[in-house]
DNA sequence: TTGTAGGCGTTATCAT
DNA sequence: ATGATAACGCCTACAA
């Protein structure tokens, strides 16, 4: 045994009996008319026999582009951002490129790395749905940005891939409004971002002028327990008592039917209960959800093809992506 | 403007007016004792004026490592992948190391990339509950290699951390006997996979030796539609209807739960579900989740120590991870 | 059709 | 205490 280091296409080339050359070509799939037929298949030969792949970083640094992105996301444990990666993920490769994820460590300030937080090599960032400040330490080594579900008007002016979360909304209430609802109370996601500023705005803007509607708003954390305290206070509050429970999300529709269980409520007979996401949990529980939703893929889809552009100089972002209300058990008629 | 391409530690040294050596020497920490104090301000202000952040290929080309890791899992979507990553980005941040994930492609063959699926450079893999042969094209460029929940008794003997599923079964089967059940159906998930395949051998061994007792099992995939069918089947086949449903996930127990309420049964007044992984899924639900609570982190962490280890030649792995049973409200009294 | 040579940005070894 | 210099493995003109 004289060791049994990584093979470098040099090895190759010794063993092919070419230079590193040919190696390169051949293997680079460029030699179409430049090296024989016989030494290309030489080369592979020699090259599938040792085992041998190119490294990364020698390649990088000779190329200057690491065909890598980073996918900046607020939190790995949602399924919202899982598809987000396998849609950026998809395109990716067909371009081969690779994404790297970035959980974005939650509140805390960013990585007290001295080189920068990122330590992978890459050539552009996706953020997605990021608190306004949050990218301080992360992308701004001048590196190409791409925002997904982020404000369209932000200083910085990177391109944008946004869903049609007001629209959302607006479907979600307007359901609402048509099976005879009047008083709403608004489940609030308690963050700073501009996906969930839009949803407040938006149920405002939309409840707010129907005459002889009352609307409400209770902020809580993005879990089911917090949801579950909000959604008491909401329906044991002063005042007559909600008919219908607008959440910004699955799992704090999911809180708020608890409540109502607990407090011997049904849904959708007493009260209505909407999501938004369309999470696995959706119909995981009972009553099945009413909830938006969200073409997750899509969106990172979109984001990696910004990305792929703004590299190429080539940048054109499109329309917002349509999402879905779908209607299931847990809304109903207001009760009498 | 001459151009904004990003600065080297070249340019660096031509601000700070020193040699690139002294550069590295100063950002790279080590100058204690070999470059003055004042020269070594002066490199940093030069390096925080320029915005200098390090070339990661250079580097790693250098180097001759990466410091980073390739986390290999087979569904991002799950919960119990996100806390494992957590844990082993926490540990690898520690030491300097990154931790890149890679969604193995479920089912479908490795990718057909020519060079090898893995896009980044990487010192190492840590793959989670991987399927018998879903490694090929992956990491055996020789790398290293650290399991997770998986086979340890597998060829190839890589270290391997583990969770005692074993004992969280058996805690599930013995809690479930304290409570007078004699007739079970496990649920068991559909994958081919050492994790699984403990699960079903242990589930057997401790409700078969016991007399008086009738075990079933019914497969099905890893979603809630799948359990709820082939929840429907166990309790709507032949033979008394069983009193208890082991399931293999909390995902599939919350389908059992649909499937029971959809059949008239109440749980857990005629049926007893109990599930596995303690998702945030399991409180979610209602009744809450009886199941088995996994250290994922921990696994997370012990798994990128693992790696550590083996890439400094100190291979050692400790023993089982201890799950804990989390008694809640789908477990009751076998019913009379 | 193939080989030679230079350099990407960094760190480490050796002089000074 | 600091600077010159030589790799690391790869790609790509250019030369043969």
Same mark, same amino acid.
């Given at each position: 045994?004289?060791?049994?280091?990584? %093979?470098?296409?040099?090895?190759?080339?010794?063993?092919?009996?070419?230079?590193?050359?040919?190696?390169?070509?051949?293997?680079g799939?460029?030699?179409?008319?430049?090296?024989?037929?016989?030494?290309?298949?030489?080369?592979r !030969?020699?090259?599938?026999?040792?085992?041998?792949?190119p490294?990364?970083?020698?390649?990088?640094?000779r190329?200057g582009? /690491?065909?890598?992105?980073?996918?900046?996301? $607020?939190?790995?444990?949602?399924?919202?951002?899982?598809?987000?990666?396998?849609?950026?993920?998809?395109?990716?490769? !067909?371009?081969?490129f690779?994404?790297?994820?970035?959980?974005? %460590?939650?509140?805390v300030?960013?990585?007290r790395?001295?080189?920068?937080?990122a330590?992978?090599?890459?050539?552009?960032?996706?953020?997605?749905?990021?608190?306004?400040?949050?990218?301080?330490?992360?992308?701004d080594?001048?590196? %190409?940005?791409?925002?997904?579900?982020?404000?369209?008007?932000?200083?910085?002016?990177? $391109?944008?891939?946004?869903?049609?979360?007001?629209?959302?909304?607006?479907q979600?209430?307007?359901?609402?409004?048509?099976?005879?609802?009047?008083?709403?109370?608004?489940?609030?996601?308690?963050?700073?971002?501009?996906?969930?500023?839009?949803r407040?705005?938006?149920?405002?803007? !939309?409840?707010?002028?129907?005459?002889?509607?009352?609307?409400?708003?209770?902020?809580?954390a993005?879990d089911?327990?917090?949801?579950?305290?909000?959604a008491?206070?909401?329906?044991?509050?002063?005042?007559?008592?909600?008919?219908?429970?607008i959440?910004?999300?699955?799992?704090?529709?999911?809180?708020?039917?608890?409540?109502?269980r607990?407090?011997?409520?049904?849904?959708p007979?007493?009260?209505?209960?909407?999501?938004?996401?369309?999470?696995?949990l959706?119909?995981?529980i009972?009553?099945?959800?009413?909830?938006?939703?969200?073409?997750?893929?899509?969106?990172?889809?979109?984001g990696?093809?910004?990305l792929?552009?703004?590299?190429?100089? /080539?940048?054109?972002?499109?329309?917002?992506?349509?999402?879905?209300?779908?209607?299931?058990?847990? /809304?109903?008629?207001?009760?009498?």
């Amino acid at each position: 045994m004289t060791g049994s280091a990584r %093979p470098t296409s040099r090895d190759v080339a010794r063993v092919a009996g070419v230079s590193q050359a040919t190696v390169s070509l051949v293997l680079g799939g460029k030699w179409r008319g430049r090296v024989s037929e016989r030494t290309a298949t030489a080369v592979r !030969e020699a090259a599938g026999e040792l085992g041998y792949r190119p490294n990364l970083a020698a390649r990088s640094l000779r190329l200057g582009r /690491t065909r890598t992105a980073l996918l900046v996301v $607020p939190a790995l444990t949602h399924e919202y951002f899982a598809r987000v990666y396998t849609g950026a993920a998809g395109v990716a490769a !067909e371009h081969g490129f690779g994404v790297v994820l970035y959980p974005s %460590p939650t509140g805390v300030g960013p990585a007290r790395d001295p080189f920068g937080s990122a330590r992978a090599a890459i050539d552009g960032v996706i953020a997605s749905s990021m608190a306004a400040d949050a990218l301080t330490g992360i992308g701004d080594g001048g590196l %190409p940005l791409v925002m997904l579900d982020s404000d369209p008007a932000a200083p910085g002016g990177a $391109p944008t891939v946004n869903l049609a979360v007001a629209d959302g909304i607006r479907q979600v209430a307007r359901h609402l409004l048509a099976l005879g609802h009047r008083r709403f109370t608004h489940l609030a996601g308690d963050v700073d971002t501009w996906t969930f500023r839009t949803r407040s705005q938006t149920v405002a803007a !939309e409840l707010g002028v129907v005459p002889g509607t009352v609307l409400r708003a209770e902020r809580c954390a993005l879990d089911v327990a917090s949801a579950r305290e909000a959604a008491v206070r909401a329906l044991t509050g002063p005042g007559p008592r909600p008919t219908a429970l607008i959440c910004d999300g699955d799992i704090l529709a999911a809180g708020a039917c608890k409540a109502a269980r607990g407090l011997g409520l049904r849904v959708p007979d007493d009260l209505s209960v909407s999501g938004f996401d369309d999470l696995s949990l959706a119909t995981a529980i009972d009553p099945e959800l009413t909830t938006v939703r969200l073409p997750a893929e899509a969106v990172g889809a979109r984001g990696m093809a910004a990305l792929l552009a703004l590299l190429d100089d /080539t940048p054109a972002t499109g329309d917002e992506l349509p999402v879905e209300l779908v209607i299931r058990a847990s /809304t109903g008629p207001a009760p009498a």
